[in-house]
């Protein structure tokens, strides 16, 4: 297996990051454990967490699937993990935070106020890397950047990172921690597969000429490539569950990842990987993996069985019949996710 290092960091990891968005709710602790373990015993080395994880998010739960991730590492050596983990901030709306006062924002207090629990609960006294969930689009970036540099110096962080950022937000934060002598940010985890491309358009540039690592999430489109969504009759899954949802935003997430296009777009992928001998869940993740701002793909799973289609892709260099096969379909139906 080659390693890969995040952006200008020394932190180097497995090309597949194992995620845990769904550890205390899809999956209890027993199988989590097995989870962990299985991908550990296969090389990974990286695993991502979240300080409002499980999901969907809710304010009873979060914080559960740290605590997961922090006893199951106590039977593991510290310096053999890569462990990230992130602060909420407003969440953009999706989540009620289990902070009693109201909202909470990526500001000094509550950057503070969240890495203190997030150490606590995953039971060390390091972040090998921390990440901001979503920009906040009141607080300036200059105020988020000397709260999470502090962090850095005072050892409780060794790298820093955001996630579901935009081309400008990342560049602006760059040229701030530039200007003022603040850590930077090394990596963006923005949603990344076969049905959505847009992560090329602006942000790979960003990646490959400010050597920031893109940590794809989703590469398997919340399921969809998987083509359980193509099968005929009734699927449970999680965005057949949120379609009746009473929650809005679940129900427009849903129809973004389970519409007409992306189906269409999935029934060819499946064929293409039909052609090709190679199992449909392990041509998307390697699909994700093959390009060179990315550091490593996050995947999921909900049984420790699951991951054998997942890790699979971790040796896997998809050939070039393959990757211009799938353009070809990328070409018919661009952009089915919007």
């Not at 934060?173 to 602006?202: P, V, W």
């Not at 039909?274 to 490593?296: C, H, N, R, Y």
Request: contains cysteine.
């Amino acid at each position: 297996m080659k390693y890969r290092y995040i952006g200008r960091t020394g932190l180097r990891v497995s090309p597949v990051c194992l995620g845990t968005m769904t550890f205390g709710t899809q999956c209890d602790k027993k199988e989590a454990f097995r989870i962990m373990d299985k991908a550990f015993e296969r090389g990974v080395n990286f695993f991502d967490t979240a300080e409002l994880y499980p999901v969907p998010p809710k304010a009873e739960l979060a914080g559960v699937t740290e605590e997961i991730v922090g006893e199951w590492m106590q039977g593991k050596p510290r310096d053999a993990i890569i462990l990230a983990t992130k602060v909420a901030g407003a969440a953009s709306g999706w989540f009620v935070p289990p902070i009693r006062h109201g909202l909470t924002a990526i500001d000094r207090f509550h950057i503070e106020r969240a890495i203190e629990g997030s150490l606590k609960r995953l039971k060390t006294d390091y972040i090998d890397l921390y990440q901001m969930h979503w920009p906040d689009t009141v607080v300036p970036v200059e105020e988020s950047l000397e709260a999470f540099d502090r962090l850095v110096r005072s050892g409780k962080v060794r790298y820093i990172g955001t996630s579901n950022d935009t081309a400008y937000g990342t560049t602006k934060a760059l040229m701030t921690s530039t200007c003022k002598g603040y850590a930077r940010f090394e990596s963006i985890q923005n949603n990344f597969s076969l049905l959505n491309r847009r992560f090329l358009d602006e942000l790979a540039t960003v990646c490959q000429k400010e050597q920031i690592s893109l940590l794809p999430y989703s590469p398997l489109a919340g399921g969809v490539l998987s083509g359980k969504y193509n099968q005929p009759g009734e699927v449970h899954g999680r965005f057949s569950d949120y379609l009746k949802s009473p929650n809005a935003r679940q129900r427009l997430m849903a129809q973004r990842f389970m519409n007409d296009k992306t189906l269409a777009s999935t029934q060819k992928y499946l064929k293409i990987a039909a052609e090709f001998g190679l199992d449909p869940v392990t041509m998307a993740i390697a699909w994700s993996k093959q390009f060179d701002f990315v550091a490593s793909t996050i995947i999921g799973a909900t049984t420790a069985e699951q991951l054998d289609a997942s890790l699979a892709a971790m040796d896997l260099t998809l050939s070039q019949e393959v990757l211009a096969a799938c353009d070809r379909v990328h070409e018919e139906i661009l952009y089915p996710m919007g």
